[in-house]
Structure formats: C-alpha cells, structure tokens
C-alpha cells in the first residue's frame, strides 16, 4: 500500500537546522510531485514547499524562502526539507504529500487538495 513516512524532526533552538526525510513507498514516486505542508497549533495546514517530479521545478512559500531547501533522490524514493535559520514560527507539524498531476504549476503546488497521498507527520519545534 501507499505509504510515506517523514523523519527528522526534532526540538531545537532558533537559528539552527533540521533536515526533513520523507521515504517513499507503494506507488511510482519517480512520476509523482511532492510538496511539503505544516500545520501549527490553531491553525490551518499551509504549504511549505514543493518539487517536480524530476526535480527541476522547485516552489516555495515566502517565509521561508532563502531559508529551506526542497530536494529528491528518486532512486532511494526519498524527498528532503532542509530547514536553516529556523525561527520559532516554523513550529508545527510538517507532512510531505505526493500528487500525480502532470501539471505542478504554482498554483497546484500551493493546493492541498491537489494532493493524493499524504504522511502522518513530524513535529518541529523551535525555542528561542
């Protein structure tokens, strides 16, 4: 079956880093785009970043942009989030999805429901 397990996540104070690990399995992740999500306490799940399939097309929201970094290695079924200079408003639980379309534009990366499968999450959580 589908499945999509992130790791990395952790506790750690403002201005340090975390890699995010998402592994892939059950379905052909090599033709799928992937985007990263988080959801903090309260609030809405809100995207993070995004990849096309072959790793080309990378899309980010504003906040953190110059600050993650989006990656994949489609032979170990793997997509990353590099996290630096994390700010305690990057705490929230972070959820990779994958999405077959054809069309990963802007706007469909941006779009939750244009997302087919989906982990259970991992918290991240910074401190001053």
């Known amino acids: 079956q589908v499945q999509l397990v992130e790791s990395g996540g952790g506790s750690v104070q403002a201005g340090g880093s975390l890699r995010l690990s998402c592994a892939a399995s059950?379905?052909?992740?090599?033709?799928?785009?992937m985007g990263w999500f988080r959801q903090a306490p309260g609030k809405e799940r809100e995207f993070v970043a995004g990849?096309?399939?072959?790793?080309?097309?990378?899309y980010y929201t504003d906040s953190v942009k110059g600050r993650f970094t989006v990656s994949r290695d489609n032979s170990e079924k793997r997509v990353y989030l590099q996290m630096n200079s994390l700010k305690p408003e990057d705490t929230a639980v972070y959820y990779c999805?994958?999405?077959?379309?054809?069309?990963?534009?802007?706007?469909?990366?941006?779009?939750?429901?244009?997302?087919?499968?989906w982990g259970q999450g991992t918290q991240v959580t910074v401190s001053l």
């Open positions: 990849i096309s399939w072959s790793g080309i097309t990378t």
């Open positions: 999805a994958a999405t077959r379309t054809d069309a990963y534009t802007t706007d469909w990366a941006r779009f939750a429901g244009g997302y087919d499968f």
């Open positions: 059950g379905f052909t992740f090599s033709r799928n785009s």
